[in-house]
DNA sequence: ATTATTATTTACCATACGGTCCGTAATATT
DNA sequence: AATATTACGGACCGTATGGTAAATAATAAT
């Protein structure tokens, strides 16, 4: 009878995603990510693979967790384009302001970082950018002008989108609180 | 007599701006950076001191040319605001699908890359969104209801700063030509 | 030709890196 | 207790990494 895992998958998934959001592909080391997941790396490397493969399983698990939370405000927010919108960009700035979360966006980070960027991960970007995009479709369509106008909702979820992870980049230092409320205020007139 | 140089010092700096800006600080190493300069690791040492010198230098020499020359389209194009940044996102546009030029900007890829985000790079890269934002602070005031309201401004202008870095991420992979001008063009509306 | 100074070339360094090997451990079943 | 199977811990591996040491080279001045 095999022995048990000693530990839950989903927590070294999430303490992966934790890691790698924070540091990056490159700037993880193995031990780093024995430090973060308390696994020693033939643990590590009999469930994932390798470093690659828990690069991809992190990347899974943003997707799984924040893509999906930022699908849920969009989705569920009761009302206007607008003020889904305003619930998505608040909880952005409310992370970084009160949780002191810097890292930004898992996905931006990793779209910047070209040494991550072989085909399997750019697939699973493309994947969670393609989510991203169909849930800003999904919530310009809460307002009439938008679900009229298939040009005008495609070019203004384009023009969001841009601008939502610009912010969640400049967050990582370039923009404190207040310049970030300014933009989000800025940006939701456009809407 | 002292040995001359075998080498121009300004090349070995371009040089280093373009590895360090398609391949990030950490997946760059000294080997590809002897590649790239053509210079031994101790030439380089000689003159820049230690990798992370070399990295300094690298975004230093960015900010002398590409936003130096971002600074030059926004202040010296004709015209409106909006004509002003057409001409950016123009060039941004083009040299993404003319050049096949798809690293994107060093700022935000820098940005992103959080390793590298000691105080000293942190500094570099504030004073160049400093300069980015002035720009776009300049650019927006060649309209009067701009140069007539400080607040509007200062909102629009972090506005499209997050755009503009957004679609300088996005360019790596997430959006194509035809979507980034239908991006620009909706992000223009907003001027 | 010699000299002093800096520059380049080549070899070398200690440590870090991602990954593998192998002995020991944990478990249910018999 | 013995067994088979998988899981974990620790040691080990070959190569990569950023950096240093030392010999040789280039140059103008004497």
Redesign the interface.
């Known amino acids: 009878m095999a022995r048990p895992l000693g530990f839950d998958p989903e927590e070294a998934k999430t303490a992966l995603m934790n890691i790698f959001w924070?540091?990056?592909y490159?700037?993880t080391s193995m031990q780093d990510i024995e430090v973060a997941t308390g696994l020693r790396k033939q643990s590590l490397y009999r469930l994932f693979g390798d470093k690659h493969s828990m690069y991809l399983a992190a990347l899974r698990t943003y997707e799984d967790c924040v893509v999906a939370e930022a699908e849920r405000i969009l989705g569920q927010t009761p009302g206007s384009a607008r003020a889904r919108f305003a619930a998505l960009l608040d909880w952005v700035i409310r992370s970084a302001s009160d949780a002191g979360d810097v890292?930004?966006c898992f996905l931006?980070?990793a779209?910047?970082?070209?040494?991550a960027?072989d085909p399997e991960t750019?697939e699973v970007?493309?994947i969670m950018?393609g989510r991203m995009a169909s849930a800003f479709d999904g919530a310009l369509s809460a307002d009439a002008r938008y679900r009229d106008d298939a040009g005008l909702r495609?070019?203004?979820m384009?023009?969001l989108?841009?601008?939502?992870?610009?912010?969640r980049?400049?967050v990582?230092?370039?923009?404190d609180e207040a310049?970030m409320r300014?933009?989000a205020?800025?940006?939701l007139?456009?809407i």
Chains 1, 2 share one sequence.
Do not use: C, P, Q, T
């Open positions: 924070a540091r990056g490159e700037a890292r930004g931006a980070n779209s910047a970082e070209a040494s960027a750019a970007l493309a950018s495609r070019a203004r384009r023009h989108l841009a601008a939502y992870v610009g912010l980049i400049l990582k230092g370039a923009f310049a300014e933009a205020d800025d940006l007139l456009s």
